[in-house]
């Protein structure tokens, strides 16, 4: 929720909380690329890459929308607006009092609004994650089936017949890292930092639990944060440069992050 007055003048820019996080694959990560991408002779079920340095990565949009559908979840919101000619409907406050009162939106964003005129600030950025040095250098050295993947190859079984069809499947191996990810916080004047930080904290939990990318229920996409650490940038309301201050950190896991968080020093 955000308390920052959402009419008349926009509330100011105070400050930037900085996450920046370590991803680790605990299994097979596997985030696909649109088909079109696939080239001629390549595999069926390719991941994203960049198309310059053919390194897969994680989509900031991947990681901020899986967060966010997470959070839909665990806070039962309404899941009413059309998406991919109504095949698919996702959470999203359309007026200024249910998006103020709303956790999600504040800091996740809405889309601007198609009547009236109401500040929707979208407060979190989710930056595209690439391979860390260490993992690019040592998916290298590594014979894989595929530069920096593996091959897995599951098999469809006909219940009635029994006859197999295998499909091939691309990941990321497990124990690859990706980083520094970075998410970034815009606090206006009237927010909570400790609402928010709380809220990308607990979206990090909830998918440590589940999966990101495809194939989640079958092994792929298990992912934990490491290396976490929190910076702030406070714009001073007279005017002149930021001043940047580690608020906290580096944690090695997430749960480190979640025990020391109530004892961060959080500007208010
Ligand atoms: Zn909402």
Same mark, same amino acid.
């Given at each position: 929720?955000?308390? *920052?007055?959402?009419?008349?003048?926009?509330?100011?820019?105070? *400050?930037?909380?900085?996450?920046?996080?370590?991803?680790? %694959?605990?299994?097979?990560?596997?985030?696909?690329?649109?088909?079109?991408?696939? /080239?001629?002779?390549?595999?069926?079920?390719?991941?994203?890459?960049?198309?310059?340095?053919?390194?897969?990565?994680?989509?900031?949009?991947?990681?901020?929308?899986k967060?966010?559908?997470?959070l839909?979840?665990?806070?039962?919101l #309404?899941?009413?607006?059309?998406?991919?000619?109504?095949?698919?409907h996702?959470?999203? %406050?359309?007026?200024?009092?249910?998006?103020?009162? %709303?956790?999600? %939106?504040?800091?996740?964003?809405? #889309?601007?609004?198609?009547?009236?005129?109401?500040?929707?600030?979208?407060?979190?950025?989710?930056?595209?994650?690439?391979? #860390?040095?260490?993992?690019?250098?040592?998916l290298?050295?590594? +014979?894989?089936?595929?530069?920096?993947?593996?091959?897995?190859?599951?098999v469809?079984?006909?219940?009635?017949?029994?006859? /197999?069809?295998?499909?091939?499947?691309?990941?990321?191996?497990?124990?690859?890292?990706?980083? +520094?990810?970075?998410?970034?916080?815009?606090?206006?004047?009237?927010?909570?930092?400790?609402?928010?930080?709380?809220?990308?904290?607990?979206?990090?939990?909830?998918?440590?639990?589940?999966?990101?990318?495809?194939?989640?229920?079958?092994?792929?996409?298990?992912?934990?944060?490491?290396?976490?650490?929190?910076?702030?940038?406070?714009? +001073?309301?007279?005017?002149?440069?930021?001043?940047?201050?580690?608020?906290?950190?580096?944690? +090695?896991?997430?749960?480190?992050?979640?025990?020391?968080?109530? #004892?961060?020093?959080?500007?208010?």
């Open positions: 929720m955000s308390n *920052a007055a959402n009419s008349g003048t926009p509330p100011r820019l105070s *400050a930037v909380a900085l996450v920046e996080s370590t991803i680790r %694959c605990e299994t097979g990560l596997r985030i696909g690329a649109a088909e079109s991408t696939i /080239a001629i002779g390549g595999l069926d079920n390719p991941v994203i890459r960049n198309p310059l340095s053919g390194e897969p990565y994680i989509p900031g949009s991947s990681l901020k929308g967060m966010r559908s997470l839909e979840r665990r806070y039962g #309404s899941q009413d607006w059309p998406i991919d000619r109504d095949r698919v996702v959470h999203v %406050c359309r007026a200024e009092g249910p998006y103020r009162e %709303c956790r999600v %939106c504040t800091v996740f964003g809405v #889309s601007a609004p198609k009547s009236g005129r109401w500040f929707c600030l979208t407060r979190l950025r989710v930056a595209d994650v690439h391979l #860390s040095d260490s993992s690019r250098a040592a290298r050295e590594k +014979p894989t089936d595929f530069p920096y993947t593996e091959v897995k190859t599951e469809a079984i006909d219940r009635f017949t029994s006859a /197999a069809t295998p499909r091939p499947m691309e990941r990321v191996p497990a124990g690859a890292e990706f980083g +520094p990810a970075r998410f970034t916080l815009f606090q206006y004047e009237g927010d909570s930092l400790t609402d928010h930080l709380g809220l990308l904290l607990e979206a990090m939990e909830l998918l440590e639990a589940d999966y990101l990318g495809s194939s989640g229920s079958r092994g792929s996409g298990r992912v934990s944060f490491r290396n976490i650490r929190v910076e702030l940038l406070d714009f +001073p309301a007279g005017g002149g440069l930021p001043q940047r201050s580690l608020l906290g950190g580096p944690y +090695p896991t997430r749960a480190e992050f979640v025990q020391a968080f109530p #004892s961060l020093a959080l500007p208010s």
